[in-house]
Nanobody, 119 residues
Framework: QVQLVESGGGSVQTGGSLRLSCAAS?????MAWFRQTPGKEREGIAS???????RYSDSAKGRFIVSRDIAKNALYLQMNSLKPEDTAMYYC????????????????WGQGTQVTVSS
């Protein structure tokens, strides 16, 4: 069992930046960030396997950077050039899929942190 706790969400204006953090109670090879807005399916936006194998969704490429600190069991998402369409609840997820991607199945989920981008 792994507990995940996200933090770092908030309200920013278009073009601003935020850094989300996810504190995990243990190590999992595959971790990812998802987001969801009311009435829409949850969208996988970035994944990282171990330290270096990273994948992004098209919506995240070029603006978001995922990283992790294995020693701290922490996952991060640096979000730059934010747009109003990035407004969503952001979730951290962890799992064991060795193919690790934003479309993987994840066993563990955090409660989410809200990001709101105003125009």
């Amino acid at each position: 069992q792994v507990q995940l706790v996200e933090s770092g969400g908030g309200s920013v204006q278009t073009g601003g930046s935020l850094r989300l953090s996810c504190a995990a109670s243990g190590y999992m090879h595959c971790m990812a960030w998802f987001r969801q807005t009311p009435g829409k399916e949850r969208e996988g936006i970035a994944s990282i396997f171990a330290q270096n194998s990273i994948r992004y969704s098209d919506s995240a490429k070029g603006r978001f950077i995922v990283s992790r600190d294995i020693a701290k069991n922490a996952l991060y998402l640096q979000m730059n050039s934010l747009k109003p369409e990035d407004t969503a609840m952001y979730y951290c997820a962890a799992g064991r899929d060795s193919r690790c991607s934003p479309s993987s199945w994840f066993a563990y989920w955090g409660q989410g942190t809200q990001v709101t981008v105003s125009s």
